[in-house]
């Protein structure tokens, strides 16, 4: 028996004993965690408006760790360290060989394919701990893990290189490059993000390795917007300040050249359609607010970029639908390819062109995973990061 975090309703999440993993499929490999993350998606589980979640479940997917156990066809071996992707894909069906790896066909099993299929017209892929509409696999926030196809999902990490500098890569670190990299982002763009935690961050640094000539960042919260000015951004408190008259202005008055929406569907702001989203919200008639990016969409140029990392599950309204046309607008989004990315950005974390360990600010022991999460929700401003140790000491 192992300890893990188990979700058992909106806002009550709980550390159990459950069993241990075991290995299922040949391609399996067991891994004993080291260290494992909360994640800004975790909160959409927390807050209760992703569907398909069952009490008891495991959560968590940003996590790495020891191989202790393999199957006859991984290619994995005990003892060596690895990070495990979010996104749960075999490696052989078409999307994965068009490295489109969070649109795997085959990891999400056939019995848990309806919801999504209903939702969005194909049915998902399988992503750890995040409901039974992403296959209902147990997630990361655990002493140990089962991960499938464990010869095409994991990255073996050298071991010079510490936990807090390789787990990001589990997701939030591919996540924010492949933001980026969705916003064909050219010598002179002038770049907006919206939202400054831990994806918007790696999504204005990444923006900034790409070669960005001024990237913006628009939240609400003095550290987060403090790490996003020390990372090279000019920064903007939606509070404070007309988001789009401002990057009016900064963008010489034709709109910014590409934006990127790293927010999702909880996003705050004072529009009125916001607080309609709210109240809807609340009571259930829909899914996502969506007022970043339809501000976004307003704020970016003729001909501009709009990339959408932010996680959104279901529908929105008040939607412009004539802005996007007549603007003539690319837009890109997705859940994030991560095994298409590891490598590369292994190796630039390896050679300082990356940091991913700046925006780390509490460490604790899985024991107090509850803790974590009500603190990452309720005090974002100084809980920007929050990295859980099994084993740590209380």
Known sequence: MMRALTWHGTNDVRVDTVSDPEI??????????????????????????????????????????????????????????????????????????????????????AEKQ???????????????????????????????????????????????????????????????WMAAENADIQPDDTVAVWGCGPVGLFAIQSAIVMGASKVIAIDRY????????????????FRETDVREALMEMSGGIGVDAVIDAVGMESHGFAIDNMFDVVKQKVGMGADRASALKQAILAVRFGGKVSIPGVYGGMTDKWPLGAMMEKGLQIRGGQTHVQKYTKQLLEKIEDGTLDTTFLISHRLPLEQAAEGYKNFKEQQNEWTKVILKPGMEN
Do not use: W
């Not at 069952?54 to 191989?67: K, R």
């Not at 998902?124 to 997630?139: D, R």
């Open 24 to 109: 299922i499929n040949p391609r399996d490999a067991i891994i004993k965690i080291t260290s494992t993350a909360i994640c800004g998606s975790d909160l959409h589980l927390y807050d209760g408006v992703i569907p398909g979640v069952a009490p008891g479940d495991v959560l968590g997917h940003e996590f790495m760790g020891e191989v202790v156990e393999t199957g006859s066809a991984s290619d994995l071996e005990k003892g060596q360290r690895v990070v495990v992707p979010f996104t749960i894909s075999c490696g052989g069906c078409f999307h994965c060989k068009q490295q489109q790896y969070s649109a795997c066909d085959n990891s999400n099993p």
């Open 114 to 176: 309806d919801m999504s299929a209903t939702l969005y017209g194909q049915p998902m892929a399988a992503l750890f701990g995040y409901s039974h509409l992403t296959g209902g696999y147990s997630g990361g926030q655990a002493e140990y893990a089962r991960v499938p196809f464990s010869d095409v999902g994991p990255i073996v990490v050298p071991d010079h290189l510490e936990d807090d500098k390789v787990l990001f890569l589990s997701d939030i670190l591919p996540t924010g």
């Open 222 to 237: 003095p550290n987060r917007l403090e790490l996003a000015k020390q990372l090279g951004a000019e920064i903007i408190d």
